[in-house]
């Protein structure tokens, strides 16, 4: 037990609690251990997205093998989760992924990079090339109305002319945080490359919007454009 939490029962008059294997293992349940890592498979199962970007790296000769290219990790918890191009692996932080749906999304928006780095020879040194991967990314897997709203990019009444905003300013964000740039060069990379990477909507074929069945469609239509299971 931490001396913070000790620090808390004495203050409020109360005895440090012992610890039993259940409460350990409630603890782990917390955390995601339920997730990670012989489960981690459960995860793409219910989520259309997940199993249209599998079929789709697998059309592309870059099947996932679950054990092999995901990795369950402890990060910092100023991140969800990244791509490592080296290992060709997906980091999924176990620490801060915690629901479902959570871990769903870390899935998808990294295995557009992957994608990515599978089909279009993407170079990660290069910051249009990242600057692009971001932007196909926020664009297919992050950005809707209601995220757009959140980070005070859109309102009901101008969301059709500030969903590129929520685009670009997730993309700069996610730029900034992996080069030593500032946010004014990482801008710069993102405008550079914006009108070509936000027309790309490979292989999801459509931006995905909030409380639809755009993700069901974009999987069931995915035969249709090779990416078969």
Known sequence: MSQEKYAENVEDGTLPKVETEKDVKDESVKWGYDLYPERRGEN?????????????LKSSGCEIDIRRHISCEVCDVSVSGGYDPIFNQIVVCQNVARKEG???GVLAHEMIHMFDYCRNDLDFKNIDHLACTEIRAANLT??????????GDASPINIRQKHQECV??????????????TPEEARAAVERVFPKCYADLEPV?????????????????????GYDS
């Open 168 to 181: 670009k300013t997730k993309a700069t964000r996610s730029v900034f945080a992996v080069r030593n740039v």
């Open 44 to 56: 793409y199962k219910p989520s259309p997205l997940v199993k249209l970007m599998m079929n789709a």
């Open 142 to 151: 992050h950005c809707s109305f209601l995220s757009a709203c959140t980070q």
């Open 102 to 104: 959570y871990i769903q």
């Open 205 to 225: 074929g459509r931006r995905i919007r909030r409380n639809s069945n755009d993700m069901h469609r974009a999987y069931f239509e995915g035969p249709l454009y």
